[in-house]
């Protein structure tokens, strides 16, 4: 194997396709990069046996540079390759494999041999029948992926909660939904066109954070292929693949009540400062919440703590409506839903003070819906 290949986008793909790769791996064959070499295009490949990435790099592509004189494959350990990658002196690197699996990396005045392994050690990845893929506009999907991702559980005591629900409907409906038990995030959009086939899969929430990562604003668009263990998400230059979370996700659809008691329209950015301010308070005390008072002449938040001290905010409110209500809960579950707001003003609808309240955008213009579990207090 050997090629000549342009430094900065050799190091841009493999910074890439790293991102799969994990820090301690269970499989320690997968620390490394395998990188293949064939008539026309260079493949690099990471996984963590979670999420796989596939850089294709080919010889059409002008930013690359890459031209190939062999084609051949080896395996590289990513992190101690990345940097010597980095290290190099010149804007061009030559990239060639001798015997006993070792490369020879040569870059200006620079000379480098490093020792790799044979990839027939590699796992394959799976391989998608070429039927007719989903298109998902690349930047839809990477709003979705943050109104949502977030709100997934961190505790591994529940698998499945850790994931988001994703459904497809057979009208082109798509649903994102997750919920560590305690607040709940859902968001709808209308695809445009046919759609081949209805989905109804969990994917890992932090395998959605990557990709949302590794897919760049000029990348427009991607394709999506599933199977019943893996969905892979594709373009042009990366196939990036994710197992999928095994068991069937909590009926979410029943806890979002249409009933309620009371009203609350706020800005946005005041009524989430005012938030990031009580939690500095509440976050240093025992409780940690934030306790909300509601009438139709004021609304005011407060944290009361021995130990730090008080925070009185008076919130502007843009309207109120219903009756006077006292809530308590964790003021990190509403900052993070107020973030993933784009809207300038929120709606926030109560029940009572034990049910859980939602948050949609004030102007109604989306499908949005988050719902934060109150605290109970004496």
Same mark, same amino acid.
């Given at each position: ?5 342009n ?6 793909a ?10 301690? =791996?269970?499989?320690?064959i997968?620390? /490394? ?5 064939t008539?026309?295009?260079v493949?690099?490949?990471?996984? /963590?046996?979670l999420v796989?990435?596939e850089y ?6 002008? %930013?690359?540079?890459?031209l190939i ?9 990513a ?7 980095? #290290?190099?002196?010149e804007?061009s !690197?030559?990239?060639k494999?001798? +015997? ?6 040569t870059s200006g005045?620079s ?9 027939d050690?590699y796992?394959?990845l ?8 989903? @298109?998902?506009?690349?930047s839809?999907?990477?709003?979705l992926?943050?109104?949502?991702a977030? @709100?997934?559980?961190?505790?591994e ?8 629900h994703?459904t ?6 798509l %649903?994102?939904?997750?919920t560590?038990?305690?607040?709940l995030s859902q968001r709808?959009? =209308?695809l ?6 209805a989905l &109804?899969?969990?994917?890992p929430?932090r ?11 000029a990348? $427009?668009q991607v394709?999506l292929?599933y199977?019943d ?7 042009p230059?990366i #196939?990036?693949y994710?197992?999928?979370l095994e068991?069937?996700?909590?009926d $979410? +659809? ?11 329209v706020c800005?946005?950015?005041?009524l989430?400062?005012?938030m990031?301010r009580?939690?500095?308070?509440s976050h @240093?005390s025992?409780?940690?919440?934030v ?5 139709k &002449?004021?609304v #005011?938040?407060? *944290?009361n703590s021995?130990? *730090?001290?008080?925070v /009185? ?7 109120f409506?219903g ?6 809960? =964790?003021p990190?579950y509403?900052?993070?839903a107020?973030? @993933?707001l784009? #809207?300038?003003t929120?709606?926030?609808r ?10 949609t955008?004030? &102007?109604?213009?989306?499908a949005? !819906?988050?719902? !934060? ?6």
């Amino acid at each position: 194997m050997q090629f000549s290949i342009n430094k900065t986008f050799f190091l841009q793909a493999l910074s890439i396709t790293k991102r799969a790769i994990g820090s301690k =791996n269970a499989i320690p064959i997968l620390s /490394n990069f395998k990188i293949e070499a064939t008539a026309d295009a260079v493949l690099l490949t990471g996984s /963590n046996g979670l999420v796989s990435i596939e850089y294709q790099i080919t010889q059409e592509n002008p %930013k690359a540079g890459l031209l190939i004189s062999s084609p051949g494959s080896i395996l590289l350990e990513a992190n101690f390759f990345l940097n010597i990658v980095a #290290s190099l002196p010149e804007a061009s !690197i030559d990239f060639k494999a001798i +015997d006993h699996h070792q490369v020879v990396l040569t870059s200006g005045k620079s000379e480098i041999t490093l020792k790799g392994k044979d990839v027939d050690q590699y796992p394959r990845l799976k391989t998608f029948a070429a039927k007719k893929p989903l @298109a998902l506009s690349t930047s839809l999907l990477k709003q979705l992926i943050s109104e949502t991702a977030f @709100a997934a559980s961190t505790q591994e005591s529940r698998p499945i909660l850790t994931g988001v629900h994703l459904t497809i409907s057979e009208k082109g409906e798509l %649903k994102l939904v997750a919920t560590d038990s305690h607040r709940l995030s859902q968001r709808q959009v =209308n695809l445009e066109g046919a759609v081949p086939k209805a989905l &109804d899969v969990v994917l890992p929430s932090r395998s959605l954070r990557e990709l949302s990562s590794v897919f760049s604003e000029a990348t $427009t668009q991607v394709e999506l292929y599933y199977s019943d263990t893996q969905l892979l998400f594709k373009s042009p230059e990366i #196939s990036f693949y994710t197992r999928l979370l095994e068991g069937s996700y909590p009926d $979410t +659809d029943r806890l979002l009540s249409s009933q309620f008691e009371t009203e609350l329209v706020c800005q946005t950015k005041i009524l989430r400062s005012a938030m990031e301010r009580a939690f500095l308070v509440s976050h @240093a005390s025992q409780t940690g919440t934030v306790k909300l008072e509601m009438t139709k &002449d004021l609304v #005011s938040a407060h *944290v009361n703590s021995p130990e *730090v001290g008080k925070v /009185n905010e008076e919130i502007e409110m843009e309207s109120f409506s219903g009756s006077g209500l006292t809530i308590s809960f =964790n003021p990190t579950y509403l900052i993070e839903a107020l973030k @993933a707001l784009k #809207s300038e003003t929120v709606r926030i609808r109560f029940v009572s003070p034990v049910r859980p309240f939602t948050l949609t955008p004030g &102007d109604e213009s989306e499908a949005f !819906i988050q719902l !934060i579990t109150p605290v109970r207090t004496n």
